[in-house]
């Protein structure tokens, strides 16, 4: 399973993870998010402008089976869209899977 592990600061935006302490910040306010949603949130933050498949989301972040018929990365998309207000960067990709969109980097 994917984990943050010992990387440096992570950050997207005004979205923060610092993986020694497991913390996530919103700007400077700290974000509440369960084990799995933490885990994915890290490894959508490492794979930044990749379109990923559920089943490859699935088989990284929760460790089953990707051939495993479920609707729990769906959910949890959901669940960060609405906690950090990624709806617009946080992309579906139909028939497919999901896409953490890139940010244009600022001069």
Known sequence: MQECGDSDVLTYGAIRIIPATHTVLLRTRPVHLA?????????????????????????A?????????????????????????????????LGVGYRLKLLEKRS
């Not at 890290?42 to 930044?48: G, K």
């Not at 460790?63 to 579906?92: A, F």
């Open 35 to 59: 084990k799995m949603e933490y885990r994915l949130l890290c490894y959508l933050f490492q794979h930044q402008g990749e379109t990923l498949s559920r089943e490859n989301i699935l088989s």
């Open 61 to 93: 972040v929760w460790g089953v089976p990707t051939n495993l018929k479920t609707r729990t990365v769906d959910v949890h998309i959901s669940i960060l869209r609405r906690k950090h207000s990624m709806g617009k960067n946080l992309e579906t990709v």
